[in-house]
């Protein structure tokens, strides 16, 4: 197809007024170039959402992940720091660890090379003879890691935003889900047929909730919803005006739905919270990870209740994402305008994504 790699028909620069900008051209959602791009600029230089606490809850706890194109091995150590560590051997570049579990150390699954938990090298089999080769100067390369509550963070640049400063007010929020007492109570993965940006433009913006959303629409106070912007993320507030299928309480009588850059969402409810976690996995693929958080996540019905719903939202979502990827191919489509009235939110990411890819405005 090569509306793929055609150029923009003009040239383009973000501009910072909503009401003067355009959109991002189709060609950034289209081109495998610019996915490489992205994984060094944008996902390779943001926090990025890899697992939980639980899965870290003794000496040896381990997961694996990815970021940007690099395995990573999160484990907890003997000093109970946790700490995130590549998971590519020093020797040939084999796999130190598969999946999640506890070890004492770490074996690489091609020719055992072995691992403390804190990335130092321990042994070399049949390495006698080697020159000019100094084991204890060998170790594991370490990344950024930090959790807020009981999620975990890896951030490959060294020079990034500390993880507080990026989520602001949501920070304390995630930090007290734990005490709390929410808990994971469920997790699906959906896969897309379009751009990961599509999927966050859909998100950042209500709207569309007339017309891809008649239930949701029936919730809630469509005139005043609301979209708030700060510097690494924004708030959209939903107040909540008929809550059939959305609880509320006195105490949050609106949804909010969190998005922080690049890729994370975080809504929450009176009674639950959810993350969900967007993932690029071709410039026409996305996975999408949900995790629902719950003060008694034994009480099923109230769970599968909120999934219900919320897999109902999705898949209409997923329909007109996929609908409008087809629509960003098209050779006689390049780029749209902003609604001043509803779509700030789109148009704050795509200043901050501009801004990471190193454009110029």
């Known amino acids: 197809m090569w509306r793929a790699w055609r150029e923009p028909m003009t040239e383009f620069r973000f501009d910072p007024s909503l009401a003067r900008a355009e959109t991002l051209p189709s060609s950034y959602y289209v081109d495998t170039g610019t996915l490489e791009r992205e994984q060094r600029e944008v996902f390779g230089r943001s926090w990025q959402l890899v697992g939980r606490t639980e ?22 150590g ?3 720091t946790v700490r995130a560590l590549s998971n590519v051997c020093r020797h040939r570049a084999g796999p130190v660890a598969c999946g999640e579990g506890q070890r004492p150390a770490f074996v690489c699954g091609y020719h055992g ?22 084991r ?33 007010e949501i920070a304390p ?28 433009d859909n998100y950042l913006e209500g709207y569309h909730i007339p017309i891809v959303h008649p239930s949701l629409h029936r919730e809630l106070d469509y005139a005043n919803y609301r979209t708030e912007t700060k510097s690494w993320f924004s708030q959209q507030h939903a107040p909540v005006k008929r809550p059939e ?17 690049p890729n994370l969402m975080v809504n929450v409810y009176a009674d639950n919270f959810s993350t969900n976690l967007i993932l690029p996995r071709g410039p026409r693929r996305t996975l999408t990870v949900f995790e629902w958080f719950f003060r008694d996540p034994d009480r099923r019905d109230d769970v599968e209740a909120t999934i219900s719903f919320s897999d109902e939202v999705q898949l209409e979502d997923i ?18 305008r902003y609604s001043v009235a509803r779509e700030n939110g789109v148009h704050h990411f795509h200043g901050l994504y501009w801004e990471a890819m190193g454009e110029r405005r």
Do not use: H, M
């Not at 403390?116 to 003879?129: H, K, Q, S, V, Y």
């Open 173 to 200: 929020l995630l930090e007290s889900a734990p005490r709390d007492g929410f808990r994971l109570a469920a997790r699906k993965d959906w896969f897309l047929d379009c751009n990961w940006k599509v999927y966050v």
């Open 55 to 76: 899965q870290l809850a003794r000496s040896g706890s381990y997961f694996t992940a990815a970021v940007a194109g690099e395995p990573l091995l999160v484990v907890r």
């Open 319 to 336: 329909a007109i994402c996929e609908a409008v990827q087809r629509g960003l191919e098209s050779p006689g489509y390049d780029r749209g």
């Open 245 to 261: 299928r959305i609880r509320i309480s006195d105490e949050e009588p609106e949804a909010r739905y969190y998005w922080i850059y």
């Open 113 to 134: 090379w072995s691992y403390a938990l804190d990335g130092r090298l321990l042994g070399t089999p049949e390495f006698d003879g080697v020159e000019c080769f100094e």
């Open 136 to 168: 204890g100067a060998v170790r594991l390369p370490e990344y950024r890691v930090e959790t807020l509550g009981s999620l975990v963070f890896v951030n490959l640049d060294a020079a990034a935003p500390p993880l507080r400063e990026v989520y602001g």
């Open 78 to 80: 003997k000093d109970d």
